[in-house]
């Protein structure tokens, strides 16, 4: 079977990644390579490769991952919004980001 890009997306675990188990199923290993997507998408894997990859979606996500995940992004945002204000206090223009 090919993996696709929809494939991919269906194994994408809730906090917007995958998990090592996977990656070995595609034969990504860490460092995971820059453009790895395009190495993988249109490739012939058996069927039961691409079925264990989507089957392992949010398997490797604890409580304790998800947390820390959650915290990062809200302290992340917190930054990026007093960054904004920051600037808009010394009157130089706010950057559209995320």
Known sequence: MKLTREILEQAKSDMGGYSD??????G???????????????????????AKFVELKNKHLTPAIIKK??????RNKAKREADA??????????????
């Open 21 to 26: 188990a996977q990656f070995s199923l595609i």
């Open 28 to 50: 990504i290993f860490r460092p995971i390579p820059k453009g790895w997507r395009k190495k993988v998408v249109a490739q012939e894997f058996p069927d039961a490769d691409i």
């Open 69 to 74: 995940q959650l915290d990062r992004k809200a």
């Open 85 to 98: 204000e920051a600037l808009a206090h010394v009157g130089l223009p706010q950057i559209s980001g995320r």
